[in-house]
């Protein structure tokens, strides 16, 4: 008989029961699982969001870091390139001074040269009009002493006459 | 991060150590509840046999007061300890309430189906109440084999199983209000604490390892996981507390009535979201030739009542079982305590054992039970909502 109460579903027990779990039911729904599950999510997907920005930060890593690796190689060329141009600027500008040093030089030794030649010629004119005078001098005093003495005028002027004739 | 997961795991392990404590005290307490209850039996059975199914029936069975022990059984100064419940009684006469003990301290006749008790206008045999016929024997009319045609009163008092009915859900909602209102203060960026993140593996075991993979998809499972998350947790600390027989034994689980209100939603959610494709799979399957067809759809159309029925006996019958098992141990020791007292401590000795041994496994079929209507309730629930393409 009490095996039989076991089997039984007794009304009232199953109207307290749908009482008791629709209040569960409403109660849990809006106060626990509600906010269970909707921060179970929120922070997966925060979860999910932190591990895909870490994720991209990495690759942005290497990308910054591959970028400093051609920056830096393109830096290297570019001094590589800079240092040589200032080799050829040097070696450029060395070589128009030594040309222009030399043109310089020719040139200053050309026009010394030149007046040295002038001078020269100058001093030889100088020269040439005092030996001039000082033979003019001479041979004026040669002269007056010559022609102070008679025998001596007859002489010079038999020979000159001698000369000419022979001319 | 580090610290979040260290601090999850210290909690994991310390919860499941706490349990296991837990369970052992509280087999031990059952076992010596039983055992001080039954010691006077002993002393009794030199008047009265002692009967195994009687007491384990007594401790499945539904009452109307909570029973804890006696003291002196079957003495002049016999003791029970035991709450009185309220009685309420809905009849031709309206409302009335009263006081259990007035039955259980009222005239009491003596029925070869068990105990039975007068009170007023009604009579209790067995824990049923029925109104007096005053045309039987104490108020009881019988037809002619015996069967009692008494008509009965809506009996809705609160009873033993609905004392644990309410103190499960209170525990219920309890835990997981507080819990709730814990993930609405914390919000997503704080690690669980406390009983926050006692229960949050298991609310995601639940969620993330039945209810998701077992109706189908997330989405779908969206309109199903308050319904099967409240079942799961109810089912699971209802069975728990039965198990705490000192608190007096709350067979919540093991009540038909019970498991048939869970089982009736199951069956309404089922077939309110039954799509085109659920129906069609019942009245209407493909490629099937007709004769077949003559067969299979009543089979199929009579599973629509079979699934959520045998849900509802599946965990009733597996709850009273596993009472039942610890019960009949507990009577293993009074029955060979009968021949010899030597026999009674030897045999005591094992069946304490044994009991521990199936309070463990109890303990188990508690979880396994909730998880098993859950998944099936899941499955139910995924069969209506599936997309057709089998």
């Not at chain 1, 749908?18 to 626990?32: D, E």
């Not at chain 2, 604490?193 to 499972?221: M, T, W, Y």
């Not at chain 2, 141990?329 to 045999?347: H, K, P």
Request: proline letters at 2%; aromatic letters at 10%.
């Amino acid at each position: 008989m009490i095996l039989l109460n076991l089997l039984a579903a007794p009304l009232g027990l199953i109207i307290w029961t749908s009482l008791a779990f629709i209040i569960v039911l409403v109660l849990l729904k809006k106060l626990a699982w509600k906010p269970i599950l909707n921060t179970l999510q929120e922070r997966n997907d925060f979860i999910d969001k932190s591990l895909k920005s870490a994720e991209e930060a990495k690759v942005q890593m290497s990308q910054l870091k591959s970028d400093n690796e051609k920056l830096l190689a393109e830096a290297r060329v570019e001094r590589e390139k800079m240092l040589k141009e200032a080799r050829e600027t040097k070696e450029s500008i060395i070589a128009e001074a030594k040309k222009t040093a030399s043109a310089e030089g020719e040139r200053l030794v050309n026009s010394a040269r030149e007046e040295i030649e002038k001078e020269k010629a100058k001093a030889m004119s100088d020269i040439k009009t005092q030996v001039a005078a000082l033979s003019i001098d001479i041979a004026e005093k040669v002269l007056r002493s010559e022609l102070s003495n008679k025998d001596k005028q007859a002489e010079i002027v038999e020979e000159h006459l001698k000369q000419s004739q022979l001319s | 991060m580090f610290q979040t997961t260290e601090n999850k795991e210290v909690t994991k392990v310390f919860g499941l150590r706490k349990i296991l404590l837990f369970g052992l005290f509280f087999c031990f307490a059952a076992a010596f509840a039983v055992a001080e209850h039954e010691e006077s039996h002993e002393e009794h059975a030199e008047k009265e046999e002692f009967d195994a199914g009687k007491m384990i029936m007594h401790h499945i069975a539904d009452a109307h007061e909570i029973h804890f022990f006696t003291l002196n059984e079957g003495k002049e100064n016999e003791w029970h300890a035991t709450i009185p419940l309220p009685i309420i009684l809905i009849g031709d006469g309206g409302v009335k309430l009263m006081s259990s003990s007035h039955f259980y301290h009222g005239e009491e006749i003596h029925l070869d189906e068990g105990h039975a008790y007068a009170y007023g206008d009604y009579v209790m045999i067995d824990e049923v109440i029925y109104n007096k016929d005053a045309s039987g024997d104490h108020g009881i009319a019988r037809d002619s084999e015996g069967s009692i045609t008494n008509s009965k009163p809506l009996d809705m008092s609160i009873t033993k199983t609905v004392v644990g009915l309410f103190l499960s859900v209170f525990i219920l909602l309890w835990i997981f209000i507080s819990v709730g209102k814990a993930y609405k203060k914390r919000g997503h960026t704080q690690a669980p604490k406390g009983l926050q993140a006692l229960i949050e593996p298991l609310v995601e075991f639940a969620h993330e390892q039945i209810i998701i993979p077992s109706v189908g998809s997330k989405e779908k499972a969206a309109k199903f996981t308050p319904f099967l998350l409240s079942v799961f947790f109810f089912i699971w600390i209802a069975n728990l507390l039965g198990l705490m027989s000192f608190l007096g034994g709350y067979n919540v689980m093991g009540s038909m009535s019970v498991t048939l209100v869970l089982a009736f939603f199951v069956f309404v959610i089922t077939n309110i979201n039954g799509n085109k494709h659920y129906w069609k799979h019942i009245f209407a399957p493909e490629g099937v030739p007709f004769a077949i067809k003559l067969i299979l759809v009543p089979i199929e159309a009579l599973q629509i009542l079979i699934k959520p029925l045998v849900l509802m006996v599946r965990l009733t019958a597996n709850i009273t079982a596993g009472h039942i098992i610890i019960l009949a141990f507990t009577a293993l020791i009074f029955i060979f305590g009968q021949s010899s007292a030597v026999a009674g401590y030897g045999v005591g000795v094992g069946s304490l054992v044994f009991m521990v041994f199936m309070f463990f496994i109890e303990l188990l079929v508690a979880f396994l039970q909730a998880y098993v209507f859950t998944l099936l309730s899941a499955l139910y629930f995924g069969s209506a909502v599936e997309d057709g393409h089998h």
